[in-house]
Protein backbone atom coordinates (compact mmCIF):
# COMPACT_ATOMS: atom_id res chain seq x y z
CA UNK A 1 0.00 0.00 0.00
CA UNK A 2 1.21 3.53 -0.66
CA UNK A 3 0.73 6.26 1.29
CA UNK A 4 0.11 10.03 0.39
CA UNK A 5 0.89 12.36 3.62
CA UNK A 6 0.95 16.45 3.73
CA UNK A 7 2.62 17.55 6.66
CA UNK A 8 2.79 21.05 7.84
CA UNK A 9 5.86 21.53 9.66
CA UNK A 10 4.73 24.58 11.45
CA UNK A 11 1.98 23.69 13.25
CA UNK A 12 2.77 19.85 13.43
CA UNK A 13 -0.35 18.82 12.08
CA UNK A 14 -1.57 16.41 8.75
CA UNK A 15 -2.52 19.19 6.28
CA UNK A 16 -5.33 16.63 5.06
CA UNK A 17 -6.15 12.70 5.31
CA UNK A 18 -3.83 10.20 4.48
CA UNK A 19 -4.60 9.28 1.22
CA UNK A 20 -4.30 5.10 0.49
CA UNK A 21 -3.21 3.89 -2.81
CA UNK A 22 -2.84 0.29 -3.53
CA UNK A 23 0.33 -0.91 -5.62
CA UNK A 24 -1.30 -0.68 -8.68
CA UNK A 25 -2.07 2.79 -8.85
CA UNK A 26 1.20 3.68 -7.77
CA UNK A 27 2.03 6.36 -10.70
CA UNK A 28 -1.49 7.95 -9.56
CA UNK A 29 -0.11 8.36 -5.89
CA UNK A 30 3.25 10.06 -7.67
CA UNK A 31 0.92 12.11 -9.71
CA UNK A 32 -1.17 13.35 -6.90
CA UNK A 33 1.84 13.63 -4.82
CA UNK A 34 2.70 16.61 -7.44
CA UNK A 35 -0.61 17.84 -7.56
CA UNK A 36 -0.77 18.28 -3.47
CA UNK A 37 3.14 20.07 -3.35
CA UNK A 38 1.94 22.13 -6.40
CA UNK A 39 -1.18 23.44 -5.05
CA UNK A 40 0.28 24.25 -1.91
CA UNK A 41 1.81 27.92 -0.95
CA UNK A 42 5.54 28.56 -2.13
CA UNK A 43 6.72 28.47 1.88
CA UNK A 44 9.93 27.22 2.07
CA UNK A 45 10.88 24.66 4.98
CA UNK A 46 7.48 24.32 6.06
CA UNK A 47 5.61 21.83 3.73
CA UNK A 48 6.32 18.17 3.02
CA UNK A 49 4.65 15.85 0.77
CA UNK A 50 5.78 12.46 0.87
CA UNK A 51 4.63 9.11 -0.40
CA UNK A 52 5.47 5.89 2.34
CA UNK A 53 5.06 2.42 0.47
CA UNK A 54 4.50 -0.53 3.64
CA UNK A 55 2.49 -3.50 4.43
CA UNK A 56 -0.04 -1.41 6.75
CA UNK A 57 -0.78 2.45 8.13
CA UNK A 58 0.64 1.13 11.33
CA UNK A 59 4.19 0.43 9.65
CA UNK A 60 4.68 3.71 9.11
CA UNK A 61 2.71 5.03 12.06
CA UNK A 62 5.78 3.47 13.92
CA UNK A 63 8.61 4.13 11.43
CA UNK A 64 7.91 7.72 10.12
CA UNK A 65 6.02 8.45 13.84
CA UNK A 66 6.40 11.90 13.74
CA UNK A 67 4.21 12.76 11.27
CA UNK A 68 1.59 11.59 13.83
CA UNK A 69 2.22 11.94 16.98
CA UNK A 70 3.60 14.65 19.08
CA UNK A 71 6.56 14.90 21.30
CA UNK A 72 4.53 13.88 24.53
CA UNK A 73 3.33 10.39 22.64
CA UNK A 74 6.38 10.01 21.12
CA UNK A 75 8.54 10.21 24.66
CA UNK A 76 5.56 7.92 25.53
CA UNK A 77 5.87 5.07 22.98
CA UNK A 78 9.89 5.34 24.02
CA UNK A 79 9.51 4.57 27.76
CA UNK A 80 7.00 1.41 26.28
CA UNK A 81 9.85 0.31 24.48
CA UNK A 82 11.91 0.67 27.55
CA UNK A 83 9.39 -1.13 29.45
CA UNK A 84 9.14 -3.77 27.20
CA UNK A 85 13.32 -3.91 27.39
CA UNK A 86 12.99 -4.41 31.03
CA UNK A 87 10.75 -7.46 30.31
CA UNK A 88 12.77 -9.20 27.87
CA UNK A 89 15.83 -8.84 30.67
CA UNK A 90 13.57 -10.20 32.96
CA UNK A 91 12.69 -13.08 30.95
CA UNK A 92 16.26 -13.83 30.00
CA UNK A 93 17.74 -13.85 33.79
CA UNK A 94 14.77 -16.15 34.50
CA UNK A 95 15.71 -18.24 31.47
CA UNK A 96 18.90 -18.30 32.46
CA UNK A 97 18.71 -18.92 36.27
CA UNK A 98 16.40 -22.06 35.60
CA UNK A 99 18.35 -23.92 32.93
CA UNK B 1 16.26 0.62 -15.43
CA UNK B 2 15.54 3.58 -17.40
CA UNK B 3 17.17 6.64 -16.19
CA UNK B 4 15.84 9.19 -18.37
CA UNK B 5 17.96 12.28 -17.06
CA UNK B 6 21.81 13.05 -17.07
CA UNK B 7 23.84 12.92 -14.33
CA UNK B 8 24.65 16.70 -15.55
CA UNK B 9 20.60 17.40 -16.12
CA UNK B 10 20.63 15.87 -12.45
CA UNK B 11 23.44 18.42 -11.11
CA UNK B 12 22.18 21.23 -12.76
CA UNK B 13 18.59 20.53 -11.03
CA UNK B 14 20.28 20.28 -7.81
CA UNK B 15 22.16 23.53 -8.64
CA UNK B 16 18.68 25.59 -9.16
CA UNK B 17 17.44 23.75 -5.60
CA UNK B 18 20.83 24.89 -4.00
CA UNK B 19 20.16 28.79 -5.54
CA UNK B 20 16.62 28.73 -3.92
CA UNK B 21 14.66 28.01 -6.99
CA UNK B 22 12.13 25.82 -5.94
CA UNK B 23 9.16 26.85 -8.21
CA UNK B 24 6.92 24.45 -9.95
CA UNK B 25 9.66 24.02 -12.84
CA UNK B 26 12.04 22.90 -10.15
CA UNK B 27 9.79 20.57 -8.50
CA UNK B 28 8.36 19.07 -11.85
CA UNK B 29 11.91 18.00 -12.24
CA UNK B 30 12.31 16.89 -9.23
CA UNK B 31 9.11 14.68 -9.47
CA UNK B 32 10.62 13.50 -13.12
CA UNK B 33 14.14 12.45 -11.19
CA UNK B 34 11.46 10.09 -8.66
CA UNK B 35 10.20 8.74 -11.93
CA UNK B 36 13.46 8.17 -13.22
CA UNK B 37 14.65 6.53 -10.02
CA UNK B 38 11.31 4.14 -9.51
CA UNK B 39 12.69 1.26 -10.98
CA UNK B 40 15.68 1.22 -8.62
CA UNK B 41 13.62 2.21 -5.46
CA UNK B 42 10.95 -1.02 -6.32
CA UNK B 43 13.27 -3.27 -6.97
CA UNK B 44 16.16 -2.91 -4.22
CA UNK B 45 13.00 -2.76 -1.93
CA UNK B 46 11.52 -5.85 -3.24
CA UNK B 47 14.90 -7.10 -2.24
CA UNK B 48 14.93 -6.62 0.96
CA UNK B 49 11.43 -7.59 1.53
CA UNK B 50 12.92 -10.97 0.32
CA UNK B 51 15.17 -11.08 3.06
CA UNK B 52 12.88 -9.80 5.70
CA UNK B 53 10.74 -12.95 4.63
CA UNK B 54 12.99 -15.10 4.78
CA UNK B 55 14.65 -14.38 8.09
CA UNK B 56 11.07 -14.06 9.89
CA UNK B 57 10.83 -13.03 13.25
CA UNK B 58 14.35 -12.05 14.36
CA UNK B 59 13.49 -11.49 18.10
CA UNK B 60 11.96 -12.81 21.00
CA UNK B 61 8.82 -10.72 20.53
CA UNK B 62 7.84 -12.81 17.45
CA UNK B 63 7.27 -9.46 15.58
CA UNK B 64 8.88 -8.66 12.08
CA UNK B 65 11.04 -6.03 11.64
CA UNK B 66 8.95 -2.82 9.78
CA UNK B 67 9.88 -1.81 6.31
CA UNK B 68 8.32 1.25 4.74
CA UNK B 69 9.70 2.80 1.34
CA UNK B 70 10.49 6.03 0.80
CA UNK B 71 10.23 6.54 -3.08
CA UNK B 72 11.08 10.32 -2.95
CA UNK B 73 12.92 12.99 -0.64
CA UNK B 74 11.04 16.37 0.34
CA UNK B 75 12.73 19.67 -2.05
CA UNK B 76 13.60 21.30 1.70
CA UNK B 77 15.61 18.29 2.89
CA UNK B 78 17.26 18.03 -0.24
CA UNK B 79 17.68 21.92 -0.07
CA UNK B 80 19.26 21.46 3.07
CA UNK B 81 21.87 18.61 2.50
CA UNK B 82 22.93 20.31 -0.90
CA UNK B 83 23.70 23.08 1.25
CA UNK B 84 25.01 21.50 4.27
CA UNK B 85 27.44 18.92 2.41
CA UNK B 86 28.40 21.17 -0.45
CA UNK B 87 27.43 17.70 -2.57
CA UNK B 88 26.00 17.42 -6.04
CA UNK B 89 22.82 16.42 -6.51
CA UNK B 90 23.65 13.07 -8.69
CA UNK B 91 26.10 11.96 -5.81
CA UNK B 92 23.46 12.50 -2.97
CA UNK B 93 22.94 8.75 -1.53
CA UNK B 94 19.63 9.15 -0.28
CA UNK B 95 17.41 10.73 -2.43
CA UNK B 96 15.30 7.41 -2.83
CA UNK B 97 15.42 4.73 0.17
CA UNK B 98 13.90 2.75 2.80
CA UNK B 99 13.55 2.53 6.88
CA UNK B 100 13.70 -0.61 8.60
CA UNK B 101 12.97 -0.57 12.46
CA UNK B 102 14.03 -3.86 14.31
CA UNK B 103 13.95 -4.51 17.98
CA UNK B 104 17.45 -4.38 18.91
CA UNK B 105 21.01 -4.11 17.89
CA UNK B 106 21.40 -7.63 17.79
CA UNK B 107 18.60 -7.93 14.86
CA UNK B 108 20.13 -4.51 13.12
CA UNK B 109 23.49 -7.01 12.86
CA UNK B 110 21.73 -10.01 11.67
CA UNK B 111 19.76 -7.71 9.18
CA UNK B 112 22.68 -5.81 7.55
CA UNK B 113 24.71 -9.37 7.42
CA UNK B 114 21.86 -10.45 5.44
CA UNK B 115 21.88 -8.08 3.19
CA UNK B 116 25.39 -7.23 2.25
CA UNK B 117 28.63 -8.36 2.92
CA UNK B 118 29.79 -6.17 6.18
CA UNK B 119 33.34 -5.40 6.43
CA UNK B 120 33.23 -7.76 9.55
CA UNK B 121 32.29 -10.54 7.12
CA UNK B 122 34.79 -9.39 4.90
CA UNK B 123 37.32 -10.13 7.36
CA UNK B 124 36.00 -13.20 8.10
CA UNK B 125 36.12 -14.51 4.84
CA UNK B 126 39.34 -13.84 4.23
CA UNK B 127 40.13 -16.46 7.61
CA UNK B 128 37.95 -18.46 5.79
CA UNK B 129 39.48 -18.91 2.58
CA UNK B 130 42.61 -19.25 4.06
CA UNK B 131 41.72 -22.20 5.62
CA UNK B 132 40.18 -23.71 2.76
CA UNK B 133 42.88 -22.57 0.34
CA UNK B 134 39.91 -21.27 -2.04
CA UNK B 135 39.81 -17.77 -2.98
CA UNK B 136 37.63 -14.90 -1.47
CA UNK B 137 35.94 -14.91 -4.47
CA UNK B 138 34.81 -18.27 -3.74
CA UNK B 139 34.22 -17.98 0.06
CA UNK B 140 31.53 -14.79 -1.03
CA UNK B 141 30.22 -16.47 -3.98
CA UNK B 142 28.90 -19.30 -1.38
CA UNK B 143 27.91 -16.90 1.38
CA UNK B 144 26.17 -14.73 -1.51
CA UNK B 145 24.14 -11.44 0.24
CA UNK B 146 21.23 -9.82 -2.31
CA UNK B 147 23.27 -6.55 -2.58
CA UNK B 148 27.04 -7.13 -3.64
CA UNK B 149 27.62 -3.53 -4.67
CA UNK B 150 26.69 -1.93 -1.01
CA UNK B 151 28.51 0.10 1.69
CA UNK B 152 27.89 -0.06 5.30
CA UNK B 153 27.53 3.97 6.81
CA UNK B 154 27.75 2.78 10.58
CA UNK B 155 26.29 5.50 12.69
CA UNK B 156 26.32 3.94 16.02
CA UNK B 157 30.10 4.00 15.87
CA UNK B 158 29.84 7.26 14.43
CA UNK B 159 26.50 9.45 15.27
CA UNK B 160 25.71 12.43 13.94
CA UNK B 161 24.39 15.17 15.80
CA UNK B 162 22.86 12.22 18.14
CA UNK B 163 21.77 10.23 15.46
CA UNK B 164 22.40 6.67 15.25
CA UNK B 165 21.40 3.89 13.21
CA UNK B 166 22.95 1.36 10.08
CA UNK B 167 23.15 2.69 6.92
CA UNK B 168 23.47 0.63 4.33
CA UNK B 169 24.32 2.63 0.56
CA UNK B 170 22.89 -0.04 -2.28
CA UNK B 171 24.31 0.38 -5.77
CA UNK B 172 23.21 -2.85 -7.59
CA UNK B 173 20.55 -1.69 -9.70
CA UNK B 174 22.00 1.72 -10.56
CA UNK B 175 20.95 4.80 -8.58
CA UNK B 176 22.25 4.77 -4.94
CA UNK B 177 19.58 3.46 -2.49
CA UNK B 178 19.57 3.88 1.17
CA UNK B 179 18.32 1.62 3.75
CA UNK B 180 18.01 2.75 7.22
CA UNK B 181 18.06 -0.15 9.43
CA UNK B 182 17.39 1.24 13.26
CA UNK B 183 16.35 0.10 16.75
CA UNK B 184 13.08 0.53 18.08
CA UNK B 185 14.65 3.24 20.47
CA UNK B 186 16.59 4.55 17.71
CA UNK B 187 13.99 5.27 15.96
CA UNK B 188 11.98 6.65 18.73
CA UNK B 189 14.99 9.29 19.53
CA UNK B 190 14.87 10.05 16.10
CA UNK B 191 11.37 10.73 15.56
CA UNK B 192 11.84 12.32 18.39
CA UNK B 193 14.53 14.71 16.91
CA UNK B 194 12.68 15.29 13.73
CA UNK B 195 9.79 16.45 16.17
CA UNK B 196 11.63 18.69 18.17
CA UNK B 197 13.45 20.21 15.00
CA UNK B 198 9.30 20.90 13.68
CA UNK B 199 8.63 23.27 16.55
CA UNK B 200 12.70 24.61 16.99
CA UNK B 201 14.32 24.64 13.81
CA UNK B 202 17.76 23.36 13.52
CA UNK B 203 17.55 21.21 16.66
CA UNK B 204 18.35 18.28 14.93
CA UNK B 205 21.37 19.37 13.37
CA UNK B 206 22.84 20.81 16.74
CA UNK B 207 21.49 24.58 16.07
CA UNK B 208 18.70 26.49 17.84
CA UNK B 209 17.96 25.72 21.31
CA UNK B 210 20.98 24.91 23.24
CA UNK B 211 18.28 23.21 25.86
CA UNK B 212 16.69 21.19 23.31
CA UNK B 213 19.91 19.96 21.96
CA UNK B 214 21.52 18.82 25.24
CA UNK B 215 18.40 17.10 26.41
CA UNK B 216 18.71 15.16 22.82
CA UNK B 217 22.23 14.48 23.45
CA UNK B 218 22.21 13.00 26.65
CA UNK B 219 18.67 10.57 25.76
CA UNK B 220 20.88 9.63 22.56
CA UNK B 221 23.76 8.99 24.74
CA UNK B 222 21.82 7.15 27.32
CA UNK B 223 20.31 5.25 24.93
CA UNK B 224 23.25 4.08 22.98
CA UNK B 225 24.80 2.70 26.40
CA UNK B 226 21.51 1.09 27.54
CA UNK B 227 21.46 -0.77 24.36
CA UNK B 228 25.31 -1.73 24.57
CA UNK B 229 24.61 -2.90 27.65
CA UNK B 230 21.98 -5.00 27.18
CA UNK B 231 23.51 -6.93 24.52
CA UNK B 232 26.34 -6.97 26.80
CA UNK B 233 24.75 -8.41 29.29
CA UNK B 234 21.99 -10.84 28.00
CA UNK B 235 25.44 -12.54 26.00
CA UNK B 236 26.93 -12.20 29.59
CA UNK B 237 24.03 -14.66 31.11
CA UNK B 238 25.49 -17.49 28.19
CA UNK B 239 28.74 -18.25 30.12
CA UNK B 240 29.26 -21.07 32.17
CA UNK B 241 30.74 -19.77 34.89
CA UNK B 242 28.30 -17.26 35.37
CA UNK B 243 26.45 -17.46 39.45
CA UNK B 244 23.04 -16.39 40.52
CA UNK B 245 24.92 -13.88 42.21
CA UNK B 246 26.49 -12.42 38.98
CA UNK B 247 22.56 -12.19 37.02
CA UNK B 248 20.95 -10.75 39.39
CA UNK B 249 24.00 -7.85 39.83
CA UNK B 250 23.77 -7.42 36.41
CA UNK B 251 20.27 -7.48 36.07
CA UNK B 252 19.78 -5.49 38.75
CA UNK B 253 22.75 -2.53 37.10
CA UNK B 254 21.07 -2.58 33.48
CA UNK B 255 17.60 -1.91 35.03
CA UNK B 256 18.68 0.86 37.04
CA UNK B 257 19.80 2.60 33.57
CA UNK B 258 16.92 1.57 31.50
CA UNK B 259 15.02 2.96 34.58
CA UNK B 260 16.80 6.21 34.32
CA UNK B 261 16.71 6.75 30.60
CA UNK B 262 12.26 6.07 31.18
CA UNK B 263 12.50 9.05 33.66
CA UNK B 264 14.30 11.41 30.69
CA UNK B 265 11.73 10.27 28.50
CA UNK B 266 8.76 10.96 31.15
CA UNK B 267 10.18 14.52 32.26
CA UNK B 268 9.76 15.29 28.27
CA UNK B 269 6.21 13.64 28.25
CA UNK B 270 5.12 15.79 31.10
CA UNK B 271 6.45 19.02 28.88
CA UNK B 272 5.05 18.64 26.52
CA UNK B 273 1.62 16.98 26.98
CA UNK B 274 -1.25 19.47 25.77
Redesign the interface.
Known amino acids: MIFLIAYD??T?TLMQEVEVFDDSR?KDA?NR??DV??ALP?E??RY????????SRE??E?????YF????E??????A??????E??????E???TR | MTIVMTKSQIDRLGERIRSGIVDSSTRRALDELYAAYAEVSEDTFKQLCQVLDSLGPLGESGLEPSAARRPTKTLDSIAAKLAREHARLSQMQDIIGCRVVVENRREQGILSGSLMITPQAREAHAALSRDLGVSEKIVAAILKRPFADASLDDRNARPSNGYRAVHIIVKDFGAPYEIQIRTELQNRWAQLSERLNDIYPGAKYGKGAAGVQSVLYDLSDRTDATERDYEATVASFEGDDVDYRFIVRHRARLDDAIEALERRYEEIEERYRL
Open positions: RKQRYRLELAAHEVVLLEAEVIQTHARFGVALARSARDLNKMARLRKQAKRL
